[in-house]
């Protein structure tokens, strides 16, 4: 028996090192095709903002030959007519987020506490709810949604788009919260009641402390929630005033004589504090990803 | 343990302290009212922004009439055909590939670790800039950097990407992949890193090869992530307008359309938001089924997304 392994072995360890070499050479190609993918219209971003004309102008071109800040400084300085507004709008998308951001963690905080720790409800009762919600399309409620905010008076009021953002983030926030404050032990609940403390104590002194990561992870995610939104803030935001970044994009993208460049280099700065944020917690992210796992 | 023996085990610890389950389940007056008033701002919300909607919607499109229009018009058949085409294409690719991706990206090499960095950044952006990219590197006219890239390359003439339906609607899947793939990846990344290694290192032992340790090993492992992200990912295309609205346009002439962007159009290019909400509610039908099964198949820790 070992003679015939020993016979073997020679051979195959070319074998296992072709395999090798082979297995490196395909994850290399692969990740250049995967660069590739993810890069070109990102690229293409890049590309468009940094083209001098931006009007419609156009070559062959597949790098900037003139490459140019213009349209960034132009941005900055706001004295374009087509950009004269964008810091109001950033402005306005920031204010909406925040406000999204500080309601959702107030309105899901106090809904998961009274299910959760007072006990009002059945776990099931809300993670159906909330999952009915994080499933609904917005597409699909949306012309309703249209004619009943005309019946509130809401239109072209940011509280409209604030209103229907916290609702549409809030399900998911208290099934987050519920789950992290099961490791909080209810004993503590009690022991403070005994001690004499009201509900309002318990939570404001208990609760809302001990939930801080769960909370900011709530909050961020209502903030990147109202600011990738762009459907709500276009269906109801009309006037000057309120409009929004995305609104504006969107603006730009129905005009037929849109300035691309101006487009673009909102664009890539729109897209700036999203991508900041992922960075920062993607350790945080991927371990929230990995909560679900494969234990089902 | 059976039943039986629970209880004799249970008994002596409850014969010496008085359980105290039962009495915390009651709320009693004043704590009950203060629960309530936590709860009525998110459910205040949710009526009014969700409940009465909601039900205004199946109000407005309550008229059977309304479904024999939208048979009989060319352009609801042809958005059908099309949302039928971007649901299957762009989710079981993406699926496919996402699970493939992720085997790639589990190996532990510091390049592929950058690597992933950088291929997660579509999902990170915002759609509306992601989407208005993408539109702007296959407009053939003017000139857009795909084109380019292809006459530069192989010196393949401009093609017309959006003057046809058919390649209008593969421009939006690719673009909805392009966009969601990542986040796919990661998901299964995540089931695949929490499979213990010694259940991997036991199939090496037992001489499998790398297609059975998949087969026999990670697939069934990952077979229920699998199936709840299929399910998610079908709910999120078919409510998906923002590649077709933004990538083609719906164009030309409605022919890259799909049912939750013609219920907009027929509710506000066409002025009949019955027919719109019609449409709106003939995708829910068949997102109902699906919500449901996923419902059945999910435990609410595995949402979390």
């Known amino acids: 028996m070992s003679a015939v392994s020993f016979s073997e072995r020679p051979r195959g360890r070319t074998q296992h090192r072709v395999q090798r070499l082979l297995i490196e050479t395909g994850s290399i190609l692969l990740a250049v095709v995967l660069l590739i993918w993810t890069l070109v219209p990102i690229y293409n971003m890049f590309l468009v903002a940094l083209d001098p004309g931006g009007h419609n102008e156009f070559t062959d071109e597949i790098y900037p030959s003139q490459p140019t800040l213009a349209a960034f400084t132009d941005l900055w300085t706001a004295e374009v007519e087509d950009v004269r507004d964008i810091w109001p709008e950033f402005a306005n998308s920031i204010w909406i987020g925040l406000v999204v951001m500080t309601l959702t963690a107030l309105v899901g905080s106090l809904a998961s506490f009274a299910i959760g720790r007072m006990r009002l409800g059945r776990d099931w009762t809300i993670t159906t709810s909330a999952l009915l919600i994080y499933v609904i399309p917005s597409s699909v409620l949306i012309i309703p949604f249209l004619r009943v905010m005309h019946i509130y008076g809401l239109m072209d009021n940011p509280w409209a788009v604030i209103a229907a953002e916290v609702t549409f983030a809030t399900p998911y926030a208290i099934l987050i919260l519920h789950y992290y404050a099961k490791l909080i032990p209810l004993e503590l609940d009690d022991a403070a009641r005994i001690d004499g403390a009201s509900v309002v104590q318990v939570y404001l002194r208990i609760y809302l402390p001990l939930m801080a990561p769960a909370l900011a992870a709530v909050g961020t995610y209502a903030l990147l929630f109202a600011w990738n939104d762009y459907f709500y803030q276009y269906m109801l935001l009309s006037s000057e005033d309120n409009t929004t970044v995305a609104v504006a994009l969107e603006q730009f993208f129905d005009d037929d004589d849109a300035p691309w460049n101006y487009m673009m280099a909102i664009s890539i700065l729109y897209s700036l504090p999203p991508i900041a944020i992922f960075f920062a917690l993607r350790r945080y992210i991927a371990s929230g990803l990995t909560a679900g796992g494969i234990k089902g | ?305």
Not at chain 2, 35 to 58: D, N, Q, R, T
Not at chain 2, 134 to 145: I, R, S, T
Not at chain 2, 206 to 227: E, I, K, T, W
Not at chain 2, 242 to 265: D, K, M, N, Q, W
Request: charged share 10%.
């Open chain 2, 1 to 305: 343990m059976s039943v039986t023996q629970e209880a004799v085990a249970v008994r002596p610890v409850s014969a010496s302290a008085p359980r105290p389950q039962p009495s915390r389940r009651h709320l009693h007056g004043s704590d009950f009212t203060w629960s309530i008033a936590f709860v009525v701002p998110y459910a205040a919300l949710f009526v009014a922004f969700v409940i009465y909607p909601m039900g205004y919607g199946l109000w407005m499109g309550s008229d059977p009439a309304l479904y024999g229009e939208l048979l009989a018009d060319p352009r609801y058949r042809r958005a059908a055909v099309n949302t039928a085409l971007f649901v299957g294409l762009a989710v079981n690719v993406q699926m496919v590939l996402a699970l493939l991706l992720s085997g790639f990206f589990a190996r532990r090499r510091r390049w592929i670790k950058m690597l992933l960095v950088v291929f997660i950044l579509p999902w990170t952006l915002p759609a509306v800039p992601a989407y208005l990219s993408f539109h702007w590197m296959l407009v053939a006219y003017p000139q857009g950097l795909l084109d380019n890239l292809l006459s530069a390359l192989f010196g393949i003439e401009s093609v017309f990407w959006f003057h046809d339906g058919w390649t209008a609607l593969a421009c939006n899947i690719v673009a909805h992949i392009w966009k969601w793939m990542p986040l796919w990846t990661l998901v299964f990344l995540g089931g695949r890193m929490a499979i213990p290694q010694d259940l991997l290192d036991a199939a090496d032992i037992d001489g499998a090869s790398r297609h059975q340790r998949f087969a026999y090993v990670v697939m069934p492992l990952l077979a229920n992530l699998y199936l709840v992200s299929t399910l998610i990912a079908t709910i999120w295309a078919f409510g998906d307008y923002s590649p077709v609205y933004f990538v083609s346009g719906g164009g030309p002439a409605f022919a890259s359309e799909v049912l939750s962007t013609l219920g907009y159009h027929y509710a506000l290019d066409f002025a009949n938001p019955p027919l719109g909400v019609a449409a709106n509610l003939s995708v829910l039908a068949l997102l109902i089924p699906v919500a449901v099964f996923l419902m059945s198949r999910l435990k609410a820790r595995e949402v979390l997304l």
